[in-house]
């Protein structure tokens, strides 16, 4: 562990950890660009025998090689087996994460990077099935990396949903590195070059898993002492043994008390119980249906502005960097929909109440207005990339951009406010899967729209629509589930009252 002051360990500690996942968060979003590449070094064109070979691009070798929907269907389920990575790892290797803390999870993230970056460097024509494991061992080893990067909020008190967020907007802004790599190629510089030199940033960011984190995991609350020289040795005090829950707080009493029995532990008893509840069946439509618009988008970019651009493959070039290059603004939005949830606990500090007036109850109505933005901003997204004009796309990439960065940045948050904390690997995994398998409807939509509809995603565009509106039901269910239980407490409330000045008029008459 790497000998610096408290201070300075946690502005390293931050600045790498949001370096990582900048770099290797999510560049799976940056299908796009990679995609446009991998077209022009002729991937799968063995598919395209009888189409007219396109003298458009920037190939390398003075040799093109034609394009055609079913390399389109396959590079589109490349894109599809990848994404599944991101929420799929979630699941398998969470009981790593909680069992063998953040070191051992780090390496296997660090791992699957270094192998699809080789994977990548050494493919060629002949050997494109490789993007398949490829892909997903980058988008699984990115969400490894992600995870185990949350942590990092502990070390900063007051501010832990703020730096939380900004880990989750680096994740989407990742997509830029590939944008990076479209335009070096564009270069000259062989796409070899590229993967292998993103394998050596991969075994350099390695490094902050010894040097900066603990073997285990960041505690929360963070003990005070935790990173601080202990005089004896003059080693760094660092917290690696399992992390123990805080300490529950009483929504109806909102006292700090050791064996308290919170609303959540009542509600949700047992894990079954919060699988079967109405508030984790319809968050987890919400979810699901709301990734498959975003996924859905990004992995039929390039048909799309072949169908909108004429197949102007210089068009079709511009309009693909222009998205991937909004696509890293995802970190400046990301810490909005933490203002959003947390707007209510700057207006308690701000009057000087403290937050020892607000519950759990408070925190979960607090994120009904992020639920019902995040719905909004997805459906304006989704009229904008069905208008067929090229200059409204540019405001759909922003639309889209900030949809996905609310959509990821509500998920973490409304699990840990809703469901006991002792489930929370379970039910974000559980989520995260099956999520990852609605996601998977991605492809048969695609195949439908290149089948009955030539090409034109209008009607799955629509229907997503329809969808991403009936999933306002949660939100107002939310705020059901909320109203009923405040009124359950105000009522045990006033029963505990009118027991107590019985109790009190009973003494006095003694």
């Known amino acids: 562990m790497l000998n610096l002051s408290a201070r300075v360990r946690k502005k390293v500690t931050l600045f790498c950890s949001l370096g990582e996942c900048l770099v290797f968060g999510g560049p799976t979003f940056g299908w796009a660009s990679l995609v446009y590449v991998l077209r022009d070094r002729g991937y799968f064109s063995e598919l395209c025998a009888n189409e007219t070979v396109n003298l458009t691009g920037f190939n390398q070798d003075d040799e093109y090689y034609p394009t055609c929907a079913e390399q389109d269907a396959l590079l589109q389920l490349v894109f599809i087996i990848g994404a599944f990575g991101v929420n799929s790892s979630s699941l398998f290797f969470g009981p790593v994460y909680d069992k063998y803390g953040s070191r051992l999870t780090r390496l296997i993230g660090s791992l699957f990077i270094l192998s699809a970056c080789l994977l990548f460097a050494f493919s060629s024509q002949s050997t494109a099935y490789l993007m398949f494991p490829a892909l997903h061992l980058l988008a699984s080893g990115g969400i490894l990396i992600l995870i185990t990067s949350f942590q990092v909020g502990n070390l900063f008190g007051n501010y832990r949903s703020t730096v939380v967020t900004l880990h989750s907007g680096a994740f989407g802004s990742s997509a830029i590195i590939m944008l990076f790599i479209k335009i070096v190629y564009s270069a000259g510089v062989s796409m070899m070059s590229c993967f292998l030199f993103l394998g050596g940033v991969a075994l350099l960011f390695s490094l902050n898993t010894f040097l900066l984190l603990p073997k285990y995991k960041i505690p929360w609350p963070l003990p005070d002492n935790w990173g601080t020289p202990v005089k004896a040795s003059g080693h760094i005090q660092m917290e690696e043994q399992p992390v123990l829950e805080p300490i529950n707080i009483d929504p109806l009493t909102s006292c700090n008390t050791v064996n308290t029995i919170s609303w959540q532990d009542i509600e949700y008893p047992t894990l079954i119980s919060c699988f079967k509840s109405v508030m984790f069946v319809l968050f987890l439509s919400w979810f699901a249906i709301l990734q498959l618009v975003h996924l859905f988008y990004i992995g039929t970019f390039n048909p799309r502005f ?3 651009t004429g197949d102007d493959q210089d068009s ?3 309009y693909t960097t222009s998205f991937t290059t909004i696509q890293a603004t995802g970190v400046l939005f990301a810490p909005l929909c933490g203002l959003v ?9 701000k009057e000087r109440r403290g937050s020892e007036n607000r ?5 979960l109505q607090d994120c009904i207005l992020a639920i019902v933005v995040t719905n909004l901003i997805t459906a304006a997204f989704s009229i904008g990339m069905m208008i067929p004009i090229l200059q409204v796309q540019f405001v759909t990439f922003f639309l889209q951009v900030m949809g996905r960065a609310f959509l990821y940045g509500i998920l973490a948050a409304f699990v840990a406010t809703t469901f006991p904390g002792r489930y929370f690997g379970s039910v974000y995994g559980v989520n995260s899967i099956v999520a990852a398998c609605v996601a998977l409807l991605q492809f048969p939509l695609f195949k439908l729209v290149q089948k009955y509809f030539d090409n034109n995603a209008l009607f799955v565009d629509l229907f997503l629509l329809i969808l991403n509106l009936c999933t306002l039901s949660q939100p107002l269910y939310v705020y059901y589930f909320v109203s009923k239980r405040k009124h359950a407490a105000m009522v ?5 009252t009118f027991f107590e000045s ?3 008029s009973r003494v006095k008459e003694i």
Do not use: F
Not at 492 to 496: I, K, S
């Open 306 to 308: 072949q169908l909108l």
């Open 316 to 318: 079709i070039s511009m």
């Open 341 to 349: 949830i947390d707007r209510n606990k700057k207006k308690l500090t």
């Open 359 to 363: 519950t759990s109850l408070d925190d």
């Open 492 to 496: 045990t409330e006033d029963q505990a």
């Open 502 to 504: 019985e109790e009190d």
